[in-house]
C-alpha cells in the first residue's frame, strides 16, 4: 500500500528478480517483488490458465488489438487475428528497428519461454564477461541455477522414438549429413511428464502446442521454483499488475518507488509510492534500461554513469525455416519444447548455435525451423525522449545482416546438400529471414561497466541491477541459464558485504 516503507524492493519477477527475491528471503530479510503482468494463477472460462498457439485469444498478447505472432504469415497471407486488448502475457514490444518479445506476468520470461536450459560455452563467458571469476561460475553457480531452475536432460532412447520429436530427429539427420554436430539441450520442462503426454496418460501442454503464451502442465516456470521457494519462507509479497515508474532518493533514506497499479486493459487505477532500503532492478533488459535511462534524463538519478542505456544486443537472433521433401515428414505432433541444436559455434567465419524448433501448428507442414544464435557484433543504445516522454533503442534492422550471414552459411550447406529451399512465406511476403524480431534481448546496464562487479550502481548505495541487462548483447546460446547463474553470483555477494 501507498506509504508502505520495505527493506527491499524487486522491480519484476523474472530470472533476476526471482533469484534475487529467494536469496534475500532465505537470508531472512522482507521482500518485495512488483511485477508489471498478472499473477496467472487462475483459469479462464475454458478451464485453462494459458490459451495455446492455435487458437491465441486475449491472454496471449501484451495490451494488443490483434496478435503478433514471430511467425506472422503462412502461405504469404498474415496469421495474426483480431483479440480482445488484455495484460496477456507475452509482449512484442515495438522499437524503431525491432520487436523485442518479453514475458509479462509472475514469473517474467520463464511463462512463454522454450524452457531451453543452456549453460555457454566457457571460452564464450570469458569473452563476454571477463570481469567474472570463471571458476566459480562453471563450479559453483551454473551448478546453482540449474538446481534452481528444475532443468532436466531428455532420456535420448525416448527421444529416438517419439513421435512428438520427429522434427528434430529429421533436423539432426539433416544437420549430420551436412557435417554439422548436434547436441541435446536440457530444459526446465519435466520431460518426465512429456513422456506421459506422448503415451496419453495426461493432460498434454507442450504436445497440445502450448508455448510462448504459456504452458499449463509440465513447465517448471519461476512462480513453481524460485518464487516458490521464496513464498515459502514467509518473507515475500508480490504485487502483480504494478508498474514502476519511477525510482528516486528519499530524504527519509533509501528510495521512494512510484508505481501504476493497472486493470487488465492496462488502464492505470491507482498511483502508489513506498519507501525501498534497497531497490532491485529486475525488469529485463529493456524494462531495467528504459527505467534507469528514463531517471537519469529526468534529473531523479542524475549520476547514473554514460553506460547506462549502452551495449544492447539481440543474441544474434535470426529465425529461418527451409521446406523438406514430401517424403521426409516432420510430424503433425510436435512438442513444444526444443530438444536439439546444431552446433557450428567453432566456425570462425561465423558462429551459430541454432536450436531445432518446433512448429506446433497440429498437421503435417513438412517444415524445418530454427532459430539461429550468432555472433552478431552490432549493439544498440536506448535513449530518452524528451517530445513523448518514452525511451527508444537504436537498433536497425539492417544491423541483423552479420547474423543472417552466418546462418545462411549453415543452411545454405544443409539446403544443398538435401536439395531443398528455404520458406519464404512465414516471416513476410517473399520474405526468407526473420530478422526484425528478438526472443533474447541482453544489455543496456553492462556488468562492470554500467554498474559495478556485482550489478551494484555507481552513487547509488542501495540500487543493484539483476537480470539480463547485466550481459553485453550476447551469450552465444540461450539466455536464462547464463542470467539465473549471474544473479546467484551477485546477489550472494551482495548478501555477504552489504549492510541490510
Ligand atoms: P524477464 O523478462 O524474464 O523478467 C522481467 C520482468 O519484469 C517481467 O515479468 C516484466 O513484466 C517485469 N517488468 C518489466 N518492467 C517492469 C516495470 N516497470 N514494473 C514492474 N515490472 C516490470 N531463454 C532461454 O534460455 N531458453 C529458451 O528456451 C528461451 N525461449 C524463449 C522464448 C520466447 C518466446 C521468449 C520471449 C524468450 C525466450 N527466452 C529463452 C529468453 C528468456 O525468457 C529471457 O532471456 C529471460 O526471461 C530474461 O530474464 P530477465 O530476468 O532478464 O527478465
Redesign the pocket.
Known amino acids: 500500500a501507498s506509504g508502505d516503507h520495505v527493506p527491499a524492493l524487486v522491480?519484476?519477477?523474472?530470472?533476476?528478480?526471482a533469484v534475487t527475491a529467494l536469496r534475500l528471503t532465505q537470508s531472512g530479510i522482507a521482500t518485495a517483488v512488483?511485477?508489471?503482468?498478472m499473477a496467472w494463477n487462475t483459469a479462464g472460462s475454458d478451464g485453462k490458465v494459458f490459451c495455446n498457439v492455435l487458437n491465441p485469444d486475449q491472454r496471449s498478447y501484451w495490451l494488443r488489438t490483434s496478435t503478433d505472432q514471430p511467425i506472422g504469415y503462412f502461405l504469404g497471407i498474415s496469421a495474426n487475428k483480431s483479440i480482445g486488448r488484455y495484460t496477456g502475457v507475452?509482449d512484442s514490444e515495438k522499437f524503431a528497428g525491432i520487436r523485442v518479445?518479453?514475458?509479462?506476468?509472475v514469473?517474467?520470461?520463464?511463462l512463454?519461454?522454450?524452457?531451453?536450459?543452456?549453460v555457454p560455452r566457457r571460452d564464450y563467458f570469458a569473452q563476454i564477461l571477463p570481469s567474472v571469476d570463471l571458476a566459480s561460475m562453471y563450479d559453483t553457480y551454473f551448478p546453482r541455477a540449474n538446481t534452481g531452475l528444475g532443468v532436466n536432460a531428455i532420456d535420448p532412447a525416448w527421444f529416438e522414438t517419439a513421435e512428438c520429436y520427429r522434427f528434430a530427429r529429421v533436423g539432426r539427420d539433416q544437420a549430420k549429413a551436412s557435417g554439422y554436430p548436434t547436441t541435446f539441450l536440457n530444459n526446465v520442462y519435466d520431460f518426465a511428464y512429456m513422456k506421459q503426454e506422448q503415451a496419453n496418460t495426461v493432460p498434454r501442454s507442450a504436445l497440445a502446442s502450448e508455448v510462448?503464451y504459456g504452458n499449463n502442465h509440465g513447465k517448471r516456470s519461476l512462480d513453481k521454483t524460485y518464487l516458490a521457494a521464496a513464498a515459502a519462507t514467509g518473507r515475500l509479497s508480490i504485487t502483480a499488475q504494478?508498474?514502476?515508474?519511477a525510482v528516486v532518493p528519499s530524504s527519509a533514506g533509501g528510495y521512494s518507488v512510484t508505481?501504476n497499479q493497472i486493470d487488465t486493459a492496462g488502464a492505470v487505477v491507482a498511483t502508489k509510492t513506498v519507501r525501498a532500503d534497497k531497490v532491485f532492478f529486475?525488469?529485463?533488459?529493456v524494462?531495467t534500461s528504459k527505467?534507469l535511462v528514463a531517471m537519469r534524463a529526468l534529473g531523479k538519478l542524475p549520476n547514473l554513469p554514460d553506460a547506462v542505456g549502452q551495449g544492447w544486443g539481440n543474441n544474434g537472433n535470426v529465425m529461418v525455416a527451409r521446406a523438406n521433401h514430401i517424403w521426409n515428414t516432420t510430424g503433425a505432433l510436435e512438442s513444444g519444447m526444443?530438444a536439439m541444436g546444431i552446433d557450428n559455434w567453432a566456425d570462425s567465419a561465423g558462429p551459430v548455435f541454432a536450436e531445432i524448433a518446433p512448429f506446433p501448428a497440429g498437421t503435417e507442414l513438412w517444415i524445418s525451423l530454427y532459430l539461429a544464435i550468432t555472433k552478431n557484433p552490432n549493439r544498440a543504445a536506448f535513449s530518452f525522449d524528451s517530445s513523448t516522454g518514452g525511451v527508444g533503442l537504436n537498433w536497425q534492422t539492417a544491423w541483423n545482416q552479420p547474423a543472417i550471414d552466418a546462418a545462411k552459411r549453415v543452411f545454405d550447406t544443409i539446403n544443398k546438400k538435401q536439395v531443398t529451399v528455404y520458406r519464404s512465406d512465414l516471416f513476410g511476403v517473399n520474405k526468407v529471414w526473420g530478422d526484425d524480431f528478438t526472443?533474447?534481448p541482453l544489455g543496456g546496464c553492462i556488468l562492470n561497466q554500467a554498474t559495478d562487479n556485482y550489478g551494484r550502481l555507481p552513487g547509488y548505495p542501495g540500487l543493484y541491477v539483476m537480470?539480463?541487462?547485466l550481459i553485453p548483447g550476447s551469450t552465444g546460446v540461450?539466455?536464462?541459464?547464463t542470467?539465473t547463474a549471474l544473479a546467484e553470483r551477485n546477489i550472494e555477494q551482495i548478501l555477504t558485504i552489504d549492510s541490510f
Open positions: 522491480i519484476g519477477s523474472g530470472y533476476g528478480g512488483v511485477e508489471m503482468g507475452l518479445y518479453q514475458g509479462r506476468g514469473g517474467g520470461g520463464s512463454v519461454n522454450g524452457g531451453m536450459a543452456v510462448i504494478h508498474v514502476v515508474t508505481m529486475a525488469a529485463g533488459s524494462g527505467l526444443p526472443y533474447h537480470d539480463g541487462s540461450n539466455p536464462f541459464v542470467i
